[in-house]
């Protein structure tokens, strides 16, 4: 293999970043390959999915950097201390090219040394203060639960300007806030934890005050029982609008918002004229016809509410769906939210075909009439980039809907098709299903995920078993209504 420098290694091994697995076997190639992964390592060491609480060497790492007298101090409080901390000079700064801070990840490696939580808070310190001289800048950094204010800490301004990620709740108080907002107005992707029904202004000023930012995500965290101080959206909603001419992602889990008393959700989505990615869970959005018309995102690629009539959502999707790739509604609680479901949804369907040629993960619900099953055939025939089905249809006959179903899927199913969950809402018999299978041969293998708990008798998980020792199914799962409709 001829030999590749530093710059293409570096571009090779940041395509493997999430992949901690394979950049540690590619530190034991050689030293050049041990100097180019490093820094990719280490940018982020918070992010793989591996045990930190577990992780002693890491504990013993980071306190191994910190000064003497402050070893000596955490001695003097009792806090555990590796026993070898005297080690040889390091070949590498490894926290110089440090990145990021996650508050939750370091609590657990903290904990190695300590339970007690004074002891914690004191070393909790003394580590932000090390990652502080330590590292250039931050662009990542989850600050959930912190109860150190960094933002006063020496070089504080230099490394916090340039961070493009932040997640935080609002269990911190609004002063914190303030003071993230005098230095960090370059975020891109804000990430809210909502733990109180309180508004918070200075979240709203740390909006307010970021000069591109891109990618905006809230979720409610507080219970049902929890006083309703005040309004803890509206300011922010509000915040929003100001960002409209950069915001591209909107992700919003809300529990407690009224959409019929509370319109203001609705006059910011007509502002937010350039999302890509809109997504509003647990709230029923409703619009008026005017404000409907005003709905223009023209580079809109994801597009998922859970509950918003069916006329509304077509609406929507004719005048903006040429880029859609994900239409993903709710329809679990179909019979309450859907009252024309017969002529809404066949026009759902048709407006889809018409308009989504590139959509590849879709969720349908429609009744089993013959004028609904075409529709679906023909979608199936123009949507060709389709990977991924979610299919709630209402039937009296399940199984003749099963074969039905399975019937078009043999004949029309685009080539990408990958997935296919479904409710109890209509049955495949065995034979049906073995048909099927049959048919599928020679395309790519098919996960079927179902609520419906039949599928796990001894008959079908031998027929599924066989069909997957062939390559046609990669997975059969019998899951929850929930998952199958949430798991990404």
Known sequence: ???????????????????????????????????????ILWKNPWCYDINYRNKNSLYSFIISCLPDDIKESLISQEIFLPSILHQPPLLFDYLSYCRSIDVDILNDIISIGTSESHNQFFLQLEIYNLLMKKCSEFKYIN???????????????????????????????SSYFHGLARFCQNIQRLIIINKKMKMNQGLVQLIENQRNLKYFELRDDFNEEDFIQEDPYKEIFLALVTKADSLNHLIMFLNFIDCYEHTIIQDVLTKL??????????????????KLKMLGYRELETFNIDFISLNDASVIIENNGEHLREILLRYIDYGYWYDNLNEGSLNFIRKIHQNCPSVEYLSLLFPSTANHFREFETLL???????????SISTINKEETGRELLKILVRSAPTNLREIR??????????????????????????????????KGDDYMKLIDKYKEIGVVKEFRCDSEINIYYET
């Open 1 to 39: 293999m001829p030999k590749l420098n530093k710059d293409i290694l570096f571009l090779i091994f940041k395509e493997l970043q999430k992949d901690s697995k394979s950049l540690f076997s590619c530190l034991m190639v050689n030293r050049l390959w041990c100097e180019t992964v490093i820094p």
């Open 143 to 173: 600050i959930i639960s912190l109860q150190h204010q960094i933002f006063y800490f020496p070089g504080a301004k230099d490394r916090l300007e340039p961070l493009y990620e932040l997640t935080c709740d609002t269990s911190i108080g």
């Open 273 to 290: 004229h350039k999302l890509k990615t809109l997504i509003i869970n647990n709230v029923y959005i409703y619009f008026s016809e005017i």
């Open 381 to 391: 025939k123009s949507c060709q980039a389709l990977k991924s089905l979610l299919l």
């Open 422 to 455: 479904f409710f109890e809402e209509f049955q495949f018999t065995l034979k049906n299903l073995e048909t099927f299978f049959k048919n599928w041969k020679n395309r790519p293998a098919l996960t079927i995920l179902t609520s419906d708990p039949m599928y």
